[in-house]
């Protein structure tokens, strides 16, 4: 199927499948996805990088597995290795950690330990799969399964005993994992309670370099899906072509999302009954944590010309001359708070593991990362006390709009 005809990986279920070096992981993301994901061997290490695999898993629907590097990892690459297993885990919906048995007591697990509490101290769905269960007598079995038992006290914890190699168990592993399934998963709706059947909501489309012609971007074409199936009219225009479009309609529109970028013009124009929002503030609610951004946004009016400000921008793309993050953001930012504003862009997952260096984080919309791990980002900026906001949000504070559009809820 064509790209447009698949789900984005930042709305798949990601599963992250977690071990010591050799312990069975490689085996088991082959033999629970049925394909050769990964390359198995009985050399140490041999999964260096993290693998992403999407996937339609039944009865879980769209997924992403990912197959992550020995967390023991004593090599050479070691501790790069374990800082993309941390990126991992900072992705992961639900956590599997695969036990390799041995005649060793639970004492000495520590990996696995360490493993499983962490993902029960962070409330992530997490499943300890036994890998070669059936080698134990009944008493070494009994004593796993009740230290296991003491360390994931969480609702969501499961353990399964399984064999890697052979597949054996893995129908229990899929079981487990529908019970594991966050409920609120892919529950939230983009345009939450903004939007309901027959609402006619009309979209100030994006037209600029980010957006050249025959392409829409990701939060768009998401967007325009999610009212299709709502049942409401959708209607596309462009910022140049507002005014005519709004004169071409019967009714006033009960919503108009616009593109950040043109929220001062949208605003001014628009017709007193319609609600107001934004593509980035609607991404804000459904990606981050949208009063948290609110309150990061009005932390602006205390910056001065002397501070530091962290724009994270999630896709990977060349820096272009329209770019919102590179380019006119920053101008916006320093024609408020003057031209000497250190303003620092990262891209993808170069997000600092401290970022308390910085007075202010300006996170895009996150289209491009499934929700936990844009929450991970929150979650670090909070744990330092650094305000953080989105691009949307503080561009309506910016314009001085934000205590006017429409907030989802």
Same mark, same amino acid.
């Given at each position: 199927?064509?790209?447009?005809?698949?789900?984005?990986?930042?709305?798949?279920?990601?599963?992250?499948?977690?071990?010591?070096?050799?312990?069975?992981? =490689?085996?088991?993301?082959?033999?629970?996805?049925?394909?050769?994901?990964?390359?198995?061997?009985?050399?140490?290490?041999?999964?260096?990088?993290?693998?992403?695999?999407?996937?339609?898993?039944?009865?879980?629907?769209?997924?992403?597995?990912?197959?992550?590097?020995?967390?023991?990892?004593?090599?050479?690459?070691?501790?790069?290795?374990?800082?993309?297993?941390?990126?991992?885990?900072?992705?992961?919906?639900?956590?599997?950690?695969?036990?390799?048995?041995?005649?060793? =007591?639970?004492?000495?697990?520590?990996?696995?330990?360490?493993?499983?509490?962490?993902?029960?101290?962070?409330?992530?769905?997490?499943?300890?799969?036994?890998?070669?269960?059936?080698?134990?007598?009944?008493?070494?079995?009994?004593?796993?399964?009740?230290?296991?038992?003491?360390?994931?006290?969480?609702?969501? =914890?499961?353990?399964?005993?399984?064999?890697? =190699?052979?597949?054996?168990?893995?129908?229990?592993?899929?079981?487990?994992?529908?019970?594991?399934?966050?409920?609120?998963?892919?529950?939230?709706?983009?345009?939450?309670?903004?939007?309901?059947?027959?609402?006619?909501?009309?979209?100030?489309?994006?037209?600029?370099?980010?957006?050249?012609?025959?392409?829409?971007?990701?939060?768009?074409?998401?967007?325009?899906?999610?009212?299709?199936?709502?049942?409401?009219?959708?209607?596309?225009?462009?910022?140049?072509?507002?005014?005519?479009?709004?004169?071409?309609?019967?009714?006033?529109?009960?919503?108009?999302?616009?593109?950040?970028?043109?929220?001062?013009?949208?605003?001014?124009?628009?017709?007193?009954?319609?609600?107001?929002?934004?593509?980035?503030?609607?991404?804000?609610?459904?990606?981050?944590?949208?009063?948290?951004?609110?309150?990061?946004?009005?932390?602006?009016?205390?910056?001065?010309?002397?501070?530091?400000?962290?724009?994270?921008?999630?896709?990977?793309?060349?820096?272009?001359?329209?770019?919102?993050?590179?380019?006119?953001?920053?101008?916006?930012?320093?024609?408020?708070?003057?031209?000497?504003?250190?303003?620092?862009?990262?891209?993808?997952?170069?997000?600092?593991?401290?970022?308390?260096?910085?007075?202010?984080?300006?996170?895009?919309?996150?289209?491009?990362?499934?929700?936990?791990?844009?929450?991970?980002?929150?979650?670090?900026?909070?744990?330092?006390?650094?305000?953080?906001?989105?691009?949307?949000?503080?561009?309506?504070?910016?314009?001085?709009?934000?205590?006017?559009?429409?907030?989802?809820?």
């Amino acid at each position: 199927m064509g790209e447009l005809n698949t789900t984005p990986n930042a709305s798949r279920l990601h599963i992250g499948i977690f071990g010591r070096t050799n312990s069975g992981k =490689s085996s088991f993301v082959n033999s629970f996805t049925g394909q050769q994901v990964s390359i198995v061997a009985d050399v140490a290490g041999t999964t260096t990088d993290p693998v992403y695999k999407a996937m339609e898993i039944h009865p879980l629907g769209p997924c992403v597995i990912i197959d992550t590097a020995g967390l023991e990892d004593n090599s050479e690459l070691g501790d790069k290795r374990l800082e993309k297993t941390r990126l991992a885990m900072d992705k992961t919906d639900i956590a599997i950690v695969v036990l390799p048995v041995s005649d060793s =007591s639970f004492d000495d697990y520590a990996v696995e330990k360490s493993l499983l509490t962490y993902f029960t101290a962070k409330k992530i769905p997490v499943l300890c799969v036994i890998n070669s269960f059936q080698q134990l007598d009944r008493q070494s079995s009994a004593d796993i399964y009740t230290s296991l038992q003491k360390i994931m006290q969480g609702e969501k =914890s499961e353990i399964v005993a399984a064999d890697c =190699s052979s597949g054996t168990g893995i129908d229990q592993v899929r079981t487990a994992l529908a019970k594991l399934m966050p409920e609120d998963f892919d529950a939230e709706l983009i345009t939450a309670r903004l939007a309901a059947e027959d609402d006619l909501v009309l979209l100030v489309m994006p037209q600029d370099i980010q957006a050249p012609k025959k392409r829409l971007i990701l939060p768009q074409v998401q967007t325009i899906r999610e009212l299709l199936d709502r049942k409401c009219t959708a209607v596309c225009t462009t910022a140049d072509k507002l005014l005519r479009t709004l004169a071409c309609l019967k009714e006033a529109p009960k919503l108009i999302i616009t593109d950040s970028q043109v929220f001062g013009y949208v605003y001014e124009h628009k017709p007193e009954s319609s609600m107001l929002t934004s593509f980035s503030v609607l991404f804000a609610a459904y990606k981050g944590d949208l009063p948290y951004y609110v309150q990061g946004a009005k932390h602006i009016d205390r910056l001065t010309e002397n501070s530091r400000v962290l724009i994270a921008e999630c896709c990977t793309h060349a820096p272009l001359a329209e770019d919102i993050g590179r380019v006119k953001l920053p101008a916006l930012l320093r024609r408020r708070l003057g031209a000497g504003l250190s303003v620092k862009v990262v891209s993808g997952t170069d997000f600092p593991a401290n970022p308390a260096e910085y007075d202010l984080i300006i996170q895009c919309g996150g289209c491009m990362f499934n929700r936990r791990y844009i929450l991970s980002r929150i979650q670090r900026a909070k744990a330092q006390d650094v305000p953080m906001t989105n691009y949307g949000v503080a561009i309506a504070h910016l314009t001085g709009i934000l205590d006017k559009i429409a907030m989802p809820k």
